[in-house]
């Protein structure tokens, strides 16, 4: 989803909103008193400003008060990521599954990863973590989700032409050797970005968000 929202039964900004006084700021000063009367938000960021990376309906929620309203919108494809080498590009699937609104982010293989690059949307992001591809196969099995490969290698699908179910698992590998063998012999199909210039290859976190727009426009309301 765009920094736009949806109109149908989206709460609005919080009124009386103080906008930030230096201009290179990001986010809102303090909240003008009275402070409105609601649960949702944190009397820390009415007091302090609210320099969060987060769309203007969420100025000044609560981090719980915010997971909660996604988790009731969220929609129902989810973003896997192999982690056998500390890829990098894990922070750009987080950051990408947020801004899509994935119902969250599997990583297999290692637990670290660089979190600098998700700009901390890991707190408002479902990750689960599976340590072999069999471990989330099972899981995807279990739920009824079908398990879908990206990647570059012959024999793949343009995911702008292929079946792209809307309820889903689309599974990335690593920068460079790309889909593991384990992955590429468990995933029902795998799906590629169709490419146009010089280069092999673009990367997961790239990857991720055009794969994951595909989605949106097929399927998001």
């Not at 609005?12 to 290179?24: F, H, I, K, L, N």
């Not at 609560?62 to 973003?79: I, K, N």
């Not at 790309?178 to 490419?195: E, N, P």
């Amino acid at each position: 989803m765009d920094q736009s929202q949806e109109s149908s039964g989206d709460p609005p900004a919080v009124p009386g909103t103080a906008r930030a006084a230096a201009p290179d700021d990001v986010g809102v000063g303090p909240h003008p008193r009275p402070w409105p009367d609601d649960a949702r938000l944190d009397p820390a960021l009415l007091a302090e400003g609210d320099r969060r990376n987060v769309v203007d309906r969420y100025r000044y929620w609560r981090v719980e008060a915010v997971v909660a309203d996604l988790d009731a919108r969220r929609h129902p494809f989810h973003v896997a990521i192999e982690n056998w080498q500390h890829d990098l590009n894990i922070g750009a699937v987080v950051r990408n599954a947020n801004a899509f609104l994935a119902a969250a982010v599997h990583i297999v293989g290692r637990r670290r990863w660089n979190r600098r690059g998700a700009m901390v949307t890991d707190r408002y992001q479902h990750v689960r973590y599976h340590a072999t591809v069999d471990q989330l196969a099972a899981w995807a099995a279990a739920e009824g989700l079908p398990l879908l490969g990206v990647d570059n290698m012959a024999g793949a699908v343009a995911i702008d032409t292929a079946h792209l179910p809307r309820a889903c698992v689309m599974l990335f590998g690593q920068e460079g050797p790309g889909l593991s063998d384990a992955a590429r012999a468990t995933v029902s199909q795998v799906l590629t970005i169709r490419q146009f210039g010089s280069t092999r290859s673009i990367n997961a976190g790239v990857a991720s968000g055009i794969a994951m727009h595909e989605w949106i426009r097929r399927h998001a309301r």
